[in-house]
Structures are given as C-alpha cells and as structure tokens.
C-alpha cells in the first residue's frame, strides 16, 4: 500500500512558495537594469514584441548611436529595423554577420565603447557559443563601460546565462484602437521575467504607447493561465 | 636691374624679328631654360571612356558621344568624341541646337572636379621625366601640363627621345597628346597647340619660329583675340612689328591673360614665368628588415605602426588607408590593406585593424622585408580635451567603426537615414558608416512597422472579399487568421521613379490569432489591367 500523500502540508508549502517566487500577481515595476546585460527571449521568430521591448527601454532624446547586431538568420527570418516605424528614431549603426562567435565579438567591441547609447544583438538558435562565460563577459563589460546591451535570442532555450535580467516575450492582444473597434491598437505584450538580480520575478502585460515613448506595465495578471510559451523553429 | 625690364612701359621698342641672334639674347634674359608643355586636347573624354572602359561598359566608338555643363541657357558641349565632331558636334555650343544637328547624340555631364584631380595626379605622375612639373590650364579646349626639362632631357637619350618616351607613356594611359619643347613657357605652350609634331625650338631660332604663329598662340582671352583681329593683327609677327610705345599705352590697364604685350614679353623670354610646381604629397611608409625570412609578420606589426604613427605625427598627418606589403624570398609580392573612417595616427588602433587579416598572407618560403605604407592620409590636428577632462566625442565610436568594418568589411555595418518617399522601402537608404553617420533621423507620425522584411515575402491568402483583407492567409507553412485589421492604406507607385506597368500597393494592417500585428498588401487591383491577379506579401511586423 502506498503511502497517502498530506495534502494539508505539501499545499501549505506550495502557497509559501508562490508568495515567495511571485508567480502570482507581481507586486512592482519591473526594471530592466540598464548599464548591463539583459536577455531577451522571444516565443515566436516573427514577432517583433522582443524589437520593440528593446526599443521601448532606449531613452527617447538618445543622442548617442545604437549599434545593432544581426547574424544573417535573424536578418532573413525577422526582418531589419526600420526606422520610419519609430516615433524618434536614434542614430543606427547595424551590422550583418553570420556567425553567433562574431555576433558575440562585435557586441563585445561595442560596449568597450562609450560612445553608444546601447548595444542590441539578434542570436539565432542555441549556439553553444552563447555560454555562461560569454555573457559573464559581456555582462561585465557592459558594466564597466556603463553600456545598455540587450541580447534577443530567438528560437532559443534559455540555458545558463549570466545576464542580470532575463525576460520572455510574447504578443498579447492590442490595446482596443480610439475609434475603430476592428483595427489593432497600441501595442501589448506579455511579459515574462524569469530571472533578475535583486527583483522579484513575475509576468506582467506591458502596453507600449508609441507616440510618448511610454511603457507600462499592468500589474493585473492575464486571466488566463500562463500559456506554454512554445519555443518552435521558423 | 632686371626688374626695370619687366615693366613693359619703360623698355624700349622690341626690335623686329630680322635683329641678330646674339643682340636677343642680350636682351631676352629668361631663355636659358628648356620647357615642355603637353596638351591633351581631348582629356576629358578620354578620362571619362578610360572609366567607363574599366567598369566593364565601354561607349561605342562610332556612337556620337558629348560631355556637357550647365550654362546660363541650358547645357553646353563640352568635349565630344571623334563620331560627335565628325558629326559636326562642336565644343561651347548649346546642347539643344547641337541634338537637332545630330539626333542620335548621347550626352553625360563633365565630371570637371574629377578632371582637375587627374590633371593634378597626372602632374606629379610626370615627375619621372623631371622634377618640375605643373598643370598648365584645363578647359573645354583641352588639358594641359607644363615641365621645366632643364638638364634631365639627356637622361632620356635627348629631347627627341624624351618627347617620344612621353607621348608613348600617355597613350598608354588612352590619352592622346601633342607636345613641343621650347625655351619659355609661351612658346612650348603656342608649339604644343600650333606647332609641328613633337616640335623643338632652340633659344636662336625662337622669334624666327614665333613670327608666323597665330595670334591664338599667346594665351590670351577671348575678348583681346577678337580686339587684335579688328586691328588686323593676325601672328605674333606682326604685333611684334608694332611699336611697343604705342601697345603699352594701349593695354596700359590691361591684367596679364588681356595683355598681349606681356604675353608677347613672357613668349619670347623679356619677362620671367618659371614654373611653379606644387610640392610632392608627403608620403608615409616604413619599412621592417629583417635578419632572416619569417612566415609570420604579427610581431612586427606594433612596431611598424608605431613608427608609421611617430612619421605621420610629425606633419600633422592621419591615415586614412594602410597598406601592409611583404616581399617573399622568392621574389613574390603580397599585401593586405585596412582603412579607417576618420584620421587615425593612433598606433594601438592602427595595429588592431590588421586583426585577422594577416592569415591571408601567402608568405610562401618567408619573407625578409615588411612595409607599412599609409597610402591615403588627410590631415588631422591635435584635439586637446575639454576643461573637465573628458576626451573628445567621436574618436571612440570612429575607432568602432574601423575596426568592425575591417573585420566584417564595410558593406556589413551600415547605417540607415530616412528620405522623403512614401514607397516603404524607399523611405531608407542604407550607406556604409564608412562613409560617416548621418544626421539623427526625424520619426514620423504614420502607422510603420518597426522591422522591415527586405524583400517582401508572397503570402497565400483566402479573401472575405475580393477588395477588403484577407480571411487568413499562409505564410510561412502557417495559417495565420485575420482577428483584426485596419485599412486599407493606398500608395501609389511613383510615376517619376517606377516603370509604367507598376501597380499600386494596399497596405492593411492584421492582428492574427497569435496576436502579432502584420503590415501586409495586395499589388494592385483585381481589374486594373496590369497583369494577372494581384499578389499579396508580407512586407513588415509591428511591435
């Protein structure tokens, strides 16, 4: 006979638990930390919420240069920036490569540079050279120059990283548009973080308001239970 | 004193041609010297054929072909090739009347900025026949260098052999030219244009030679031409015959390009006109020799370009293009090349850009001999840091910049800026940020999406209705549903840009059933009688 498990105290522990991690409703504003790193992981390739997350953190008067990574995969499946979707838009410097080992040592190059404003890499899959000490690398250096970096990581598995915040990504319906209850509004999105030093992780709708540059984030949680965010290649 | 005799008001009458030799010299100081003057009548076409040739389309030779300026009153001819003045094509007339004398006349415009620095590269090329070397005048009449040969025509086996060594190395080049050699500059300058082939003129025989030249030879304006003319002075003869009293009251006012008694003095040697040629361009290159043939040159690299930096630092100098070159035992040459964005005498940043470039050195058996050449370098002053200390902006990012694009090569990192077309795809231009960053762009106020799919992707679709949005459509092997939708959003092609057939584009923006927001469009209109049904693509997603 098997041993009848205690609900009482398995539950008890459970709820504890939740109040401690937050995977309830979360209680505060999450901030990215901004002079470091931050990953980015977007559910699908062909949405641009994780684009438009990084967008939404750059200051709006940014006089500084943005350099903008790409491997060639991200380029053909997601896209380039473009710079008329942007209320104000900052100077881009982009840059093509093909490998994740030079879309790693360029980001590296760019963030011993404190003439930017921020350094935004794209990623491509699990490369295995996107390990822990890449980003402890990258992480440091961003710090030490006081350099933004963002890494977006499609079509990938969130493994050991050494960023200071790690968000997952996804589209949420839009905010209803002012006079057309057909059309698509502002945008929202679902917001995950997952993993952050010094916060509490939790999920959060974030609604993006493209003409004052505000973000902001409902602390009301979906009503629906957190989808499986499926990790699915193109 | 020589300087009386310059002032052509207070000198006597110049004698007639028929004095005696040794009484001109006396009184023609400045024909001592050997000058060469070579004229390129048809520079400008052939410098623009030669680039056209080495970009892989070159003009036909029988095809009418003119080069054109901007006038007071439209275009104006300004070098035709040999089927355009066969054609009865002539320089200075306006385009117009001359497309009516020749319909099938191909015009291009004068590239007259690029002309200028080819004459000047071309002067200081010609610095292997001697040392003073100048451009002499570049106009619709043609290109002109001018070289003072004073002692070095007998390294080249003679003037003879000199003017032939010339032309032969000229044409080389596919430009053609006529040259002549004379003891003043007015002289070779009228004998290049009026003279016979490949002409020499000795000190004696100058005013004899001179007599029967037109009076174009002089070198003067238009305006004093056409003034001799109606006074019937047609050679340089016979306005040597004049009185000199009388023309130095005529052209007392006169500047030196309307005064034909000045020109007249500087022809036959009464008046200076050395040459004054621009000095040679400073050039940067140090070299690294060593004992015994190596197959790396890496260690040597910080060296060099720390001694590249001193050399470039001293004239105030930064590089701009750098040339690394080895020299193999076996007599075989390679090299690598990097540039930089701004000005750079930096030796660290110099050093990095030759990072990964250096494995694709053949360096065979070993090499004994490296230099370091900056073969492109612009001047660059000393920047002192502010008062509180901070460095100043750009040098940093400028570096970035270099060493990204050495590594990745400059079409990899690029930069966008917006212009003003409605067009999606036209509303970018993407420049290398070689080539400097452009100004911060301003956004705009319409629906755009923030990534852009370049090109569009074909998507089929599944209509409500043949004029409204798609139901769903398939794109990528995915069903996508339509939630939501705005538009359409019409945009005509540009008539001024587009070819005919180009049909217009609806813009709609989707929501689907994952929620993203799509910016996709259908290419023109069911019935619009500019090919088959219209496609639908995908051309961009919205946050």
């Known amino acids: 006979m098997s041993c009848p498990p205690r609900p009482s105290v398995t539950e008890t522990l459970r709820a504890k638990l939740q109040q401690i991690e937050g995977s309830g409703p979360a209680k505060q504003r999450p901030e990215a930390h901004l002079p470091t790193l931050n990953e980015v992981f977007v559910t699908m390739p062909t949405d641009a919420a994780g684009p438009g997350f990084v967008m939404a953190h750059l200051p709006q008067d940014l006089d500084k240069p943005v350099l903008w990574i790409q491997d060639s995969m991200s380029q053909r499946e997601s896209g380039r920036p473009y710079l008329a979707g942007l209320a104000k838009p900052p100077q881009l410097l982009c840059l093509t490569v093909t490998r994740a080992v030079d879309v790693l040592w360029a980001m590296e190059q760019g963030l011993g540079c404190t003439d930017l404003g921020a350094v935004v890499a794209e990623v491509w899959g699990d490369a295995p050279a996107v390990d822990f000490t890449a980003t402890k690398r990258l992480a440091l250096r961003a710090e030490a120059h006081a350099v933004p970096a963002w890494l977006l990581r499609r079509a990938a598995a969130p493994n050991l990283s050494a960023a200071r915040t790690r968000w997952r990504l996804g589209s949420a319906p839009s905010a209803p548009a002012p006079f057309n209850p057909r059309a698509p509004g502002a945008a929202r999105w679902e917001v995950e973080l997952f993993r952050a030093r010094g916060q509490t992780p939790g999920r959060w709708i974030a609604s993006y308001d493209r003409a004052s540059h505000q973000m902001q984030f409902d602390t009301a949680a979906p009503a629906k239970q957190p989808t499986p965010l499926a990790h699915r290649m193109g | ?543």
Not at chain 2, 242 to 251: T, Y
Not at chain 2, 399 to 417: C, Y
Not at chain 2, 481 to 495: D, L, N, Q, T, Y
Not at chain 2, 500 to 506: C, N, S
């Open chain 2, 1 to 543: 004193m020589r300087g009386e005799d310059k002032l052509p008001v207070l000198s006597p009458a110049t004698a007639p041609p028929q004095d005696a030799p040794s009484e001109s010299r006396i009184k023609a100081p400045y024909r001592a010297r050997r000058i060469l003057s070579v004229h390129m009548q048809h520079f400008a076409m052939e410098r623009w054929q030669r680039t056209l040739t080495r970009q892989g389309d070159a003009p036909p030779e029988d095809v009418p072909q003119a080069l054109a300026t901007e006038g007071p009153h439209g275009r104006i001819i300004y070098a035709t090739n040999r089927a355009a003045e066969a054609a009865g094509v002539h320089i200075n007339a306006r385009a117009v009347d001359m497309r009516a004398l020749c319909p099938d006349l191909k015009l291009a415009y004068a590239d007259i900025g690029g002309d200028t620095r080819a004459l000047e590269a071309l002067a200081l090329w010609a610095r292997r026949w001697c040392p003073w070397t100048a451009t002499d005048g570049l106009s619709s009449s043609g290109a002109g260098l001018i070289m003072d040969t004073t002692g070095s025509a007998h390294l080249w086996g003679g003037e003879a052999a000199l003017l032939r060594e010339i032309e032969e190395r000229l044409s080389h080049l596919g430009l053609s030219s006529t040259l002549a050699i004379a003891p003043t500059h007015g002289a070779a300058w009228a004998l290049a244009r009026f003279g016979a082939v490949r002409e020499t003129c000795s000190a004696d025989a100058l005013e004899q030679r001179m007599s029967n030249m037109p009076t174009r030879a002089l070198r003067l304006t238009a305006d004093t031409l056409l003034l001799l003319k109606r006074l019937g002075l047609k050679s340089v003869g016979d306005l040597a015959a004049v009185p000199r009293l009388s023309l130095a009251r005529r052209f007392q006012k006169a500047e030196l390009p309307a005064n034909p008694l000045l020109r007249l003095d500087q022809m036959m040697g009464d008046l200076a006109e050395p040459i004054s040629p621009p000095e040679d361009p400073p050039r940067f290159i140090v070299d690294a020799r060593l004992p015994e043939p190596v197959q790396d040159p890496t260690p040597h690299i910080p060296d060099l370009c720390a001694a590249l930096s001193e050399k470039l630092a001293g004239p105030g100098f930064g590089a701009r293009r750098l040339r690394l070159t080895v020299y193999r035992s076996d007599g075989q040459i390679s090299h690598v090349e990097a540039a930089t964005s701004t000005p750079s005498r930096n030796a660290s940043h110099l050093a990095r850009l030759f990072e990964g470039k250096l494995e694709r050195i053949d360096p065979g058996f070993g090499f004994d001999l490296i230099t370091l050449a900056a073969h492109h370098a612009e001047h660059l002053t000393v920047s002192q840091p502010d008062l509180d200390r901070r460095k100043g902006t750009g040098d940093a990012l400028g570096q970035l910049i270099d060493r990204l694009s050495a590594r990745f090569g400059p079409g990899h990192l690029r930069s966008p800026a917006l212009r003003e077309s409605h067009i999606p795809e036209r509303r970018e231009i993407w420049a290398p940020a070689m080539g400097g960053l452009p100004r911060q762009p301003f956004g705009s106020a319409d629906a755009r999406p923030i990534r852009l799919l370049d090109p569009p992707e074909e998507v089929r679709v599944i209509y409500a209705v043949p004029e409204g949005p798609p139901a769903q459509f398939v794109w990528r092997r995915i069903t996508h549903k339509v939630a939501r939708f705005s538009g359409p959003e019409r945009i005509a092609p540009e008539w001024w840009a587009d070819n005919p057939g180009t049909r217009l584009r609806d813009y709609y923006n989707i929501e689907n059933q994952f929620f993203h927001r799509i910016w996709l469009y259908r290419e023109g209109i069911l019935d619009d009688h500019r090919g088959p049904d219209p496609r639908w693509c995908v051309h961009g997603v919205f946050a």
